[in-house]
């Protein structure tokens, strides 16, 4: 039991937001007696909570990198509008449309990006600017009017299902299969970083902790994908958003790329003189946002069947609060893109349940303010806890464990075979 | 005799999982100077921390007497109030606030809330002339020198009727003129009735100013030394802090010297704001392989803007010069480019520009040269981990995996993990820039031994050092670098402390 306390304590900031995401869905399947969970529910919520998750991924790496965006809901709703004009206007086929809008978006992205990584204005200023910039525009592109009469199949991005494949089962089979593939993949990535944690001698979790863990995620995700198949399968924007989450969570975390933004939000200086191109990186997140705003405004439009001038009002304050309810720190270098996502969950969840009991839109807002509040008020609390047991005088000078006999012999094998001391050339 | 000033006797203060002070006493004669040694870690600020009420009392164990009473402290204003005011190493002014503002931060002269800041100028004006400090109150502090700053906390602990002053490396950041100007401010105010704790690592300036010396290691008293009795010096300092004698505080080292590695000539590099201020003027050095060529300068001489104009033209611009490497002619214009070409910078400033303290020792150690690690998309992190073991190890960085966060190591260790990062680097080339700045002398020992094997494995190491004893005892040859020109070439042999310090001074323009 130690161990799971101590193992609870050093991860509380990880699994505390899991943990909040869980008391709050229980909190609302019971105060809205069930409704929460049912499969066309979880399936509304999923749709309805994509453009937020979508920006969310953008902008927690627009905060890593130690920058904000406040542009995106204007930049969607404008690209969103351009996107409804092309098909409508000017019979644009939708693919092209939907690619030429991806441009846009990113072309928006690298102008914010022109002048916060190469002229040095702050991003808080230069989005600013953009946020009135891009919601005049798009008033002006809309005349002022609602522009629907868009193609089905582009309409199918917001509010399409993946297609059946197979024999008719009561449920969805493609989104099962999905489901077990998913759980499958996870089981079998983290077996495989465990066994590595374990030949380095880091601490991992003890394996019938980590049985459990997967067991109950396992179950979580079957549970999750059996509600979003008894329903209509999974959403088309559901399996943009899975796709989008595994490979930007790649890109942070496996990537160079990835190793560069955090260490330019950790400390740009020390970056710069570790040769890092911090204002290419720079560009880049910015840029990466323009377009993910882009497809956000292109995912609203599609589901709401029509561009709409007052699209996007707030998007942004969403996804900056996603990012930091997700744990992302202001000061940068800190959060991660499953972080965002969890974020925005809580508060996809909190408007979703509160809507079904009827509470209204304003005390809504009020109350997702509060959580936002207490969210980082716990994260700040957390970190005074660990730096107050951790911090002055508890410099590491306790014994170090003994490594890894495998791991000792395959060092002094490379040593012998080509490299030496460490620092002599030939360390290819 | 008259009774001590402070005592503090059987100070214990845990935090989980370890014992920072174990039973520790200290006794502080009225009107001292009294210096704490001891090697970083070895719970020398946690003590100053107990005594001024950051750790308030309750969450150690043990007694403090101040001035005949038992104190218990809750927090610093308590503290303050009873007259100890403790400066940090890291000093606490606002840069845009003026002198007069900083003084009376948190101390304010007002009436019902108004500052009268005639008054206040005129107080600060009073204070300063106490320490020696002659500018204008109004002035704002950024633009003053470390040295001023450092007087501007002085004075702000005079007008908080301070008497017993804790001053936490004062001199650590200060060059030679200021920390002299510093240690003769303390005699001043010793005179005036003022006691004052110092903790130091500089041994040379301990010596000669305090009057009492106790050794902390590893959280307990070893010993207090009466400085008046006449057989301390440097040695039985250092044998006191490390528990060892240190025969020699440099290893021993046999160079072996080859071709011309490196070279600049008519350097000149102008300041990056004002493109007419010449920072570095017309300097040419070289370095052999195998070499460690020091660079001596006074704080302003241009040392760190020198070597930072060779990395990739980091510092600066305008630069013009040419550069060698191995003899071709080379344009490095970018940190990057720099890099490549083989030359690495180990900064002074670890925190500043070494370090992402949000990271852990691998990821440090990859930063510089995480292209090496890159496998087609991504990172191998396997690797990764052995290349940091690899380091860990055979610098004896101490921390129990290479997954510890770099931001609590300590000074020293944190110094390694910026050394491994540049080795990972194949650098043919190492420029280090007060590479034992804040370390403590076991670790300063491990460093220099680093730095001459890499030297003896054919690199070319340029050191900037304020300490002369540090560059006479590690470098084959050394420079003087006065007001950004290059005035002389010492050999090993023929260089001392006086001579180095002549060509420093000099009128160079």
Not at chain 2, 44 to 58: I, Q
């Amino acid at each position: 039991m130690s161990t799971l306390t101590h193992i609870l304590r050093g991860n509380i900031r990880q699994y505390g937001m899991i943990i909040a995401l869980a008391a709050i869905v229980l909190l609302f399947q019971f105060l809205t007696e069930g409704v929460l969970l049912k499969p066309l529910n979880v399936s509304n919520l999923v749709v309805q909570n994509a453009q937020i998750l979508i920006l969310a991924i953008g902008m927690v790496i627009v905060i890593v990198a130690r920058h904000i965006d406040l542009s995106v809901g204007s930049v969607a709703a404008f690209v969103g509008a351009a996107g409804a004009i092309m098909m409508t206007r000017y019979d644009v086929p939708w693919f092209l449309a939907v690619l030429l809008c991806l441009a846009l978006g990113a072309l928006i992205g690298a102008w914010h990006g022109f002048w916060v990584a190469y002229v040095g204005i702050p991003a808080f200023i230069v989005t600013l600017a953009s946020m009135l910039l891009f919601r005049g525009l798009t008033l002006v592109v809309l005349d002022g009017a609602t522009v629907g009469g868009l193609p089905e199949n582009f309409k199918k991005m917001g509010n399409g299902f993946l297609p059946e494949v197979g024999p008719d089962t009561d449920l969805h089979n493609l989104t099962m299969l999905m489901g077990i593939a998913g759980v499958a993949i996870m089981v079998f990535l983290d077996l495989r970083r465990r066994a590595a944690a374990k030949r380095y001698n880091f601490e991992v979790l003890p394996f019938p902790l980590f049985a459990l863990k997967h067991v109950v995620l396992g179950a979580v995700i079957i549970q999750f994908t059996y509600l979003i198949a008894d329903a209509r399968g999974l959403p088309i924007v559901g399996l943009i958003l899975f796709a989008l989450i595994a490979i930007y969570t790649f890109v942070m975390s496996r990537t160079v790329l990835g190793r560069h933004v955090y260490a330019i939000g950790g400390n740009v200086d020390a970056a710069t003189m570790s040769g890092v191109n911090t204002r290419r990186v720079d560009f880049l997140v910015m840029t990466n946002m323009g377009l993910l705003a882009g497809l956000a405004g292109l995912v609203t439009t599609a589901r709401l069947t029509a561009a709409n001038p007052k699209a996007g009002v707030n998007f942004e304050l969403d996804a900056i609060a996603a990012s930091f309810i997700g744990g992302a720190a202001v000061t940068g270098g800190v959060g991660t893109v499953i972080g965002a996502i969890i974020g925005g969950l809580v508060m996809g969840v909190l408007n979703n349940g509160m809507s079904l009991m009827g509470v209204s839109i304003d005390w809504q807002q009020a109350i997702k303010g509060l959580v936002l509040l207490a969210a980082v008020a716990f994260d700040v609390w957390n970190k005074k806890r660990t730096s107050a047991s951790g911090g002055a005088g508890a410099e590491q000078t306790e014994t170090t464990p003994p490594p890894p006999d495998e791991l000792v012999e395959e060092i002094e094998q490379r040593e012998a075979a080509d490299v030496g001391p460490p620092g002599s050339s030939g360390a290819r | 005799m008259a009774p001590p000033i402070l005592e503090m006797r059987g100070i214990t203060k845990r935090f989980p999982g370890v014992l920072a002070l174990s039973d520790v006493t200290l006794s502080v004669e009225r009107g001292a100077i009294h210096a704490i040694c001891g090697e970083n870690g070895a719970g020398k600020s946690t003590l100053m921390k107990v005594l001024s009420g950051v750790y308030p009392y309750g969450s150690y164990d043990g007694e403090i007497v101040f001035e005949g009473q038992p104190v218990a402290f809750s927090n610093i204003r308590e503290s303050e109030a009873a007259g100890v005011v403790i400066i940090h190493q890291e000093l606490a002014l606002i840069p845009e606030l003026s002198i007069a503002e900083n003084i009376f931060l948190g101390n304010e002269t007002s009436k019902r809330g108004v500052i009268s800041w005639d008054e206040a100028n005129h107080r600060a004006i009073e204070l300063m002339a106490r320490v020696g400090l002659r500018e204008n109150p109004l002035t704002a502090v950024k633009h003053l020198g470390i040295g001023k700053q450092q007087l501007v906390e002085i004075a702000k602990a005079l007008s908080k009727e301070v008497r017993l002053l804790i001053l936490d490396e004062p001199t650590a950041a200060l060059n030679d003129d200021d920390s002299s100007h510093l240690l003769d401010l303390l005699k001043g105010l010793q005179g005036k009735g003022i006691t004052s704790i110092m903790i130091s690592h500089k041994l040379n300036e301990i010596e000669r100013v305090a009057d009492a010396i106790t050794i902390i290691r590893d959280g307990r008293t070893i010993e207090t030394l009466d400085v008046g009795s006449g057989d301390v010096d440097e040695d039985r300092i250092i044998r006191g802090m490390v528990g060892r004698d240190l025969e020699h505080r440099f290893p021993e080292h046999e160079p072996s010297i080859g071709d011309v590695l490196f070279e600049i000539s008519d350097w000149t590099v102008m300041h990056p704001q004002d493109h007419g201020r010449v920072v570095i003027r017309d300097a040419g050095l070289s370095v052999r392989r195998g070499e460690i060529v020091g660079i001596a300068g006074l704080m302003g001489a241009g040392r760190t803007e020198l070597a930072r104009s060779i990395f990739g033209r980091s510092y600066g611009s305008r630069t013009q010069g040419t550069m060698r490497l191995d003899g071709r002619e080379v344009q490095l214009t970018s940190v990057t480019a720099a890099i490549k070409a083989g030359i690495a910078y180990v900064s002074e400033d670890r925190k500043g520009l070494g370090l992402n303290l949000l990271d852990d020792i691998k990821t440090s150690v990859s930063a510089a040269a995480l292209d090496k690690l890159r496998r087609g998309l991504t990172v191998d992190e396997r690797e990764e981990v052995v290349v940091a073991e690899r380091y860990r190890r055979s610098f004896n960085i101490k921390a129990p995996t290479v997954t510890a966060g770099v931001g609590k190591l300590s000074g020293g260790n944190q110094q390694k993990v910026v050394l491994s990062k540049w080795m990972y680097t194949e650098p043919r080339l190492l420029i280090l820039d007060e590479p034992t700045r804040g370390i403590d002398v076991g670790a300063k020992f491990e460093i220099y031994g680093i730095i001459q094997s890499l030297a003896r494995e054919g690199k070319g190491v340029l050191v900037i050092s304020s300490e002369l004893p540090e560059l006479l005892g590690l470098c084959d040859r050394i420079y003087t670098l006065a007001e950004g020109v290059i005035t002389h070439e010492f050999d090993r042999e023929e260089a001392t402390q006086e001579s180095l310090m002549r060509h420093m001074t000099t009128d160079a323009r």
